[in-house]
Each structure stands twice: as structure tokens, then as C-alpha cells.
């Protein structure tokens, strides 16, 4: 027999936090980042030079290339990109274009996260106990503070903060996972939406470069409604394998089926755990406290389900030797988790929580306020010299407007801890308030106060500015081998035509360009070394640009 049910939730515990407070904060995490800045280096600019390839017709939709080379086989995410700049670029930017799109799936991630909490807070077994003397909270009152609580899990765990807002693959998988783990929740209180949503999650997760990860979850997921006792849930298997089988199909159809395992080493044993820790705080103390005081509560649906989603997203990240971008498909199941700790939480972890919160968050935006003066102004100089040091040929500018936003969002920040502390001691989602605000606060801030220093630190432009003073009118660049986002930004930025070939050395570009970390440049017969370039942030890679030589054919 199992245990009585460990939550107990007053009628005030379960008020819901306010849809214009709610909505304020997941605004101030979705729009910082999207304005006024390049595609940064690696995933998220070989992506995006991937979508414009296709977006300006260099590159096939349904075989895309970089610089001559087969891309990533994610189409669907590559298309959503593609057609995204087709439509907007005649109002905006193309990489702004492109990020909007992504901010949606964002956006879609932390509402399907919200929606599949709600109806798992639902069920039988997740209800609070009745109170002795009445006064206990109403189910849909409670369900609504329990997804409250679990987005703002979401938006407070560190890993999701920079990959949430790349226009990445990975993203799209991120949607997609979120979509299927609503769909399992849904199915006993919904008919035809969860039917929906999972013949759409399952197909798409895999033709986002998911099909693994897809194939593994319709069939947990079909083992969870099989052992359920609603009969909805029972029938709704049928369809989880069927979409487990569309899937697979347009996997092949697709050419998405690439395995991308690689077993951790023996120095991986310890690097994991340590990205474990960081990656998903703040979730996972509360995820383990969930699971030992619903311990007797595991096998239903409320934990099951998010649990299906979690262990898919840690085994993927062991199986794939580490991979920050498949530990992220776990967070909505740790949300999710992380959320049902809370009716059980003690008033003494609460305020720990709060404490460390209020601290550490308001002293990381000091910090940055302190970088920022540093930067304006050369006060204090120690900070201002260091900027300079780590970002050499870095000038300043001003933005009257990013000071409005930045100073907005510190006062708003100083509002939230009156209002946390003062008015908000008994609502369920009160611990999470001030780690999701003191995550979009520093993000704020980051995108504005300290964006400039930040693009200029991770975009290539100055590379490509660099390079372009040794290309003449006309000219392709052979770069054979060359990493994608380097082709990218050659294609993106300068506007070059790019060989990246294995044999482009052989053709008729005479240009070449090699990347590597050597001290010394390569020689390359039938070229003559015209240059080595860097980054100016990058210390150790170097870019030697050869010209083909007028005897070398």
C-alpha cells in the first residue's frame, strides 16, 4: 500500500503567480539576445550560414551544403530558419529574421512545459491531501501554481540560457520533446489535442536531428500508458507507437539516421558530473528531493512522465560523451520534477533558496554594472584595463537605449525582492520567483551592458574584415577542410564565394585559406603565403591566407 501523499498545499499556497508578472519575465528572457548582434562562432553561425545558404538559393532545401560541403542532415530546423529570413528579410535583418523564428520554438518549449505540468498536476495521485479542517487548495488552482512553478524552473536553469537562444538544431528538438512530454500528460483529460501532439512531436524531433532520441522516447512513452489506469491513457498508445513508426519512416526518408555516440572516457567519469552540477541547477537538488519524498509515487504519471523525458535527455548526454546540447532535451522533465518539490518543501530550504538567490544574482549584476562603468568610462581602471587586455581593438560605443532597458530591468529586479519577500511567503511557485528573475535580470544585462564587447569577443567579422582586405573583386577562397562556421562567416559576413572542398585546393580558386594552431604556417606547395591572421580574442588559432603562385599552375 502506498504512503499518503506528501504534498499539503493551503488555498493560499496555490494562488497563481499573476499573468502579467509571468509574462513580463519570460519576455525579459525570450527578447534579450535577439537584437543588434552577429551570429556567434561555432553551432550557432554554422546553422545560420546553413539557412542562408538555402535562404539565397546557393544550396539545395533538400541537400544543403556550406561552401560546397554536405551540411547537417536537421532539415526541418534549417528550413524553419530558411523560410523565416525568405519572409521577413525585407523588414529586418536576416540573422534577426532567423532568430525570431527560434525564439518562437523558445517560446513554445517554456508553454508546452507549462501546459504538461497542468495536467499532470491534475491527476489523482499529484493532488495535495485533504487538511484536517478544511482549507485546502482546489485542483485547478493547485495544477496552475505547480506549472507556474515549473516554468520558472525552466527559465532559472543555468544550461538553457545560452543554447536556448542559438538558431540550433537542437532547439527545435528542444520544442519537439516538450511538445511530446504535453501530449503524454494531456491524454487523460484532452482527446483529440494529445493525439496531435504527438504524431507532430515524434516525426519532427527526428527530421530535427533526432531520430534516436525520438525512437527511445515513443517507446518509454508508450510503456507509461501502458501501465496507466486511465483507460484515455491505455488507448492512447496506439498512438504514441504510431508516431514512433513515422518517425522512424521519415528518418530514412530524411537521411537523418547518424549515430553520434561516443562513450565517455575515463576522464569523461568526472567532467559529466561536474557539468551535471552546473548545467542544471537549480533543478536538480529539487528533482532529487522530489524523488525521495514521492518516492512510493514513481511509477505515476506525474513523475513518469517527466521522468521518461529527463532520463532520455541524461542517457543521451552520457551516450554522446558529454554533449551540453543533449543534456538540454532533459530540462522540460527536470522542470517538471523540480516543480513538484515544492508543495513538500520545507519553510527553512525555501528561505535557503531565497537567500542565495537574492545574493548571488544581485552581486553578478553589480558585477556587471561595475564592467560596464569600467568600459564607458575607465572607472575603476583594473576592470577597464582587463577588458582592453581580453579584447584588444575592442572601441566602445554608447547606447542611450540598452542604459534605459539595463537600468529598467535592476529596478524591476529590486521591486521583485519587495514584492518576493513582502507580500509572497505562502504561494507554492515562491521559491523559484527570484532564481528565474536573477537569470533574466543577468541576461539583461549581458545583452545590453555588455553586448558589444561580447559580440566583438565571439563573432567573426573581424576575422572576415581582415581577410577581405587580401581578396580581390570577384575572387573564391579554397578552403579545404575549413570548419563550418568559418565557411559560414567567409559566405555570411564577407559575401565571398567558398570552395571548402577536400580537393579545393585543386580548383580554380586562387585564394586559400588554412586554420589550425600551429606556430608556424604550413607549406603548401604551389602557394605562396600572403598572410597569418587571428582573432583578435583568440590567442592560439591562427588563419594563413596563400595565394596560388604563378608558376603552381
Known amino acids: 500500500m502506498s504512503s499518503p501523499i506528501p504534498a499539503l498545499v493551503t488555498v493560499r499556497g496555490a494562488r497563481p503567480l499573476p499573468r502579467l508578472a509571468l509574462l513580463a519575465l519570460a519576455a525579459a528572457y525570450l527578447l534579450p539576445g535577439l537584437f543588434g548582434r552577429d551570429p556567434w562562432r561555432h553551432a550557432d553561425l554554422a546553422a545560420f550560414g ?14 544543403p551544403t556550406l561552401g560546397g560541403v554536405a551540411g547537417d542532415a536537421a532539415l526541418l530546423p534549417h528550413w524553419l530558419g530558411a523560410a523565416a529570413i525568405l519572409l521577413l528579410s525585407p523588414f529586418m535583418e536576416a540573422p534577426l529574421a532567423a532568430r525570431l523564428a527560434f525564439a518562437l520554438l523558445l517560446a513554445l518549449t517554456l508553454l508546452m512545459t507549462w501546459a504538461a505540468s497542468y495536467h499532470l498536476a491534475l491527476t489523482d495521485a499529484a493532488q495535495p491531501l485533504p487538511l484536517a479542517f478544511g482549507g485546502e487548495a482546489e485542483p485547478v488552482n493547485y495544477a496552475r501554481a505547480v506549472a507556474d ?22 532547439l527545435a528538438q528542444l520544442a519537439c520533446v516538450a511538445l ?6 494531456a491524454a487523460p483529460f484532452r482527446r483529440w489535442q494529445p493525439r496531435v501532439a504527438v504524431v507532430a512531436a515524434l516525426p519532427l524531433l527526428a527530421g530535427s536531428g533526432g531520430p534516436t532520441i525520438a525512437l527511445a522516447l515513443g517507446l518509454a512513452g508508450a510503456e507509461v500508458c501502458r501501465r496507466s489506469g486511465y483507460p484515455a491513457v491505455q488507448a492512447f498508445r496506439r498512438w504514441v507507437l504510431a508516431a514512433t513508426v513515422l518517425a522512424a519512416a521519415l528518418s530514412w526518408v530524411m537521411g537523418t539516421w547518424q549515430w553520434r555516440g561516443a562513450l565517455p572516457q575515463t576522464r569523461d567519469l568526472l567532467a559529466i558530473p561536474r557539468q551535471w552540477l552546473w548545467f542544471l541547477w537549480p533543478s536538480w537538488p529539487l528533482v532529487l528531493w522530489t524523488l525521495w519524498r514521492w518516492r512510493d509515487y514513481v511509477l505515476h504519471r506525474h513523475l513518469a512522465v517527466p521522468l521518461v523525458v529527463a532520463a532520455t535527455g541524461l542517457g543521451a548526454n552520457l551516450v554522446m560523451g558529454g554533449s551540453d546540447r543533449a543534456l538540454m532535451l532533459a530540462l522540460p522533465g527536470m522542470a517538471v520534477l523540480a516543480a513538484f518539490a515544492l508543495p513538500t518543501l520545507q519553510r527553512s530550504a525555501s528561505a535557503a533558496i531565497d537567500w542565495f538567490s537574492m545574493f548571488f544574482f544581485s552581486g553578478a549584476a553589480i558585477t556587471i554594472w561595475v564592467l560596464y562603468s569600467a568600459m564607458q568610462t575607465g572607472v575603476p581602471a583594473k576592470p577597464a584595463a582587463n577588458i582592453a587586455k581580453l579584447a584588444p581593438g575592442f572601441v566602445p560605443s554608447f ?21 518576493r ?3 509572497q511567503r505562502e ?8 532564481p528565474a528573475g536573477g537569470v533574466a535580470l543577468c541576461w ?14 565571439r563573432s567573426n567579422r573581424a576575422l572576415v574584415q581582415r581577410v577581405a582586405a587580401h581578396v580581390q573583386a570577384d575572387e573564391c577562397i579554397a578552403a579545404p577542410r575549413a570548419a563550418a562556421s568559418l565557411v559560414a562567416a567567409l559566405e555570411v559576413l564577407g559575401g565571398f564565394r567558398v570552395d571548402a572542398r577536400a580537393e579545393a585546393a585543386q580548383g580554380a580558386c586562387t585564394l586559400l585559406l588554412r586554420a589550425g594552431h600551429a606556430t608556424q604556417a604550413p607549406q603548401v606547395p604551389g602557394w605562396v603565403l600572403q598572410a597569418t591572421l587571428r582573432r583578435p580574442t583568440d590567442r592560439s588559432e591562427r588563419t594563413w591566407v596563400y595565394r596560388r603562385s604563378v608558376t603552381g599552375g
Do not use: C, N
Open 427 to 434: 504561494a507554492l511557485w515562491k521559491s523559484l520567483v527570484l
Open 180 to 185: 511530446f512530454a504535453y501530449a503524454l500528460a
Open 444 to 457: 539583461l544585462l549581458t545583452m545590453t551592458l555588455l553586448l558589444p564587447p561580447l559580440d566583438y569577443a
Open 149 to 170: 512553478a515549473s516554468v520558472l524552473a525552466l527559465m532559472a536553469t543555468l544550461g538553457l540560457l545560452q543554447l536556448g537562444h542559438e538558431t540550433t538544431p537542437e
Open 50 to 63: 546553413q539557412m542562408m545558404a538555402i535562404a539565397d538559393g546557393r544550396s539545395s532545401w533538400f541537400a
Open 421 to 423: 519577500t513582502g507580500r
Open 399 to 419: 547606447s542611450p537605449l540598452a542604459l534605459a532597458l539595463a537600468a529598467l530591468g535592476t529596478l524591476a529586479w529590486l521591486w521583485l525582492l519587495r514584492w
